[in-house]
């Protein structure tokens, strides 16, 4: 138990599909954070919330659209993604976005076909 | 732009083997510097960190890093290790500002009997 709760764990889907990953954190936060984790590669960072407002977005194709409603959820909207997008998808939190401790969910396995 | 560098991919030891896995960072200002493991089928952890003080940072399992802030690297160290210890390790570095954890590539650590 991590204290960050990722769903679904594992996830495939079209080109053409719609589909969201969501993020729970019950650690009382104020940063979240999206991560790719993908095989040869360092993990990306996509975006970052603070205090609910999108503080990073790392050049991340418009495909892939985050929300975070409040300090404790966050979700990553997917829309006719390619299959080079499948990869390991990281949820992370951490008390504030200052270069503390980030905490990670388990992920969801992402694959487009 | 922070940078993070683990020069080895994958290390092979026996069991009881002493470890030493490289990380160098490249970063202007004061940092701060993180282990973080991913045990097969776990979601990343943190290991250790450094923030300020002793520069030798003792962490969970026996393992230890140590800052050089003249060679700007953050070494991870375990003097005997163990089959559990198989798993992926990964550098991380962010500075003190508002700024997020950048990552390394990961070294995949495998121990055999």
């Known amino acids: 138990e991590t204290g960050v709760t990722q769903t679904p764990r594992h996830l495939v889907m079209g080109m053409t599909n719609k589909k969201s990953l969501k993020c729970e954190q019950h650690l009382g936060h104020n940063a979240m954070y999206w991560y790719k984790q993908s095989a040869k590669k360092p993990l990306e960072l996509m975006f970052v919330?603070?205090?609910?407002?999108?503080?990073e977005n790392n050049s991340v194709p418009s495909r892939f659209s985050p929300e975070c409603p409040n300090s404790s959820h966050l979700f990553l909207h997917l829309h006719t993604l390619q299959p080079e997008d499948s990869a390991l998808y990281l949820c992370?939190?951490?008390?504030?976005?200052?270069?503390?401790?980030?905490?990670f969910g388990e992920g969801s396995w992402l694959t487009v076909v | 732009a922070q940078s993070v560098s683990q020069h080895n991919h994958h290390v092979i030891l026996s069991e009881a083997a002493s470890l030493e896995l490289g990380c160098n960072y490249s970063y202007g200002g004061t940092v701060n510097l993180f282990w973080y493991v991913q045990y097969p089928g776990q979601h990343l952890q943190l290991l250790l960190k450094?923030?300020?003080?002793?520069?030798l940072v003792k962490g969970i399992k026996g393992f230890e890093a140590e800052f050089i802030k003249s060679k700007f690297s953050f070494n991870l160290r375990k003097p005997s290790v163990q089959w559990s210890d198989t798993a992926e390790y990964f550098c991380?570095?962010?500075?003190?500002?508002?700024?997020?954890?950048?990552f390394g590539k990961g070294t995949r650590l495998s121990v055999i009997a």
């Open positions: 450094y923030f300020s003080g002793d520069p």
């Open positions: 919330y603070s205090l609910e407002e999108r503080v």
């Open positions: 992370a939190s951490s008390q504030d976005f200052r270069g503390n401790t980030i905490y």
């Open positions: 991380a570095v962010s500075g003190t500002g508002n700024t997020p954890l950048v």
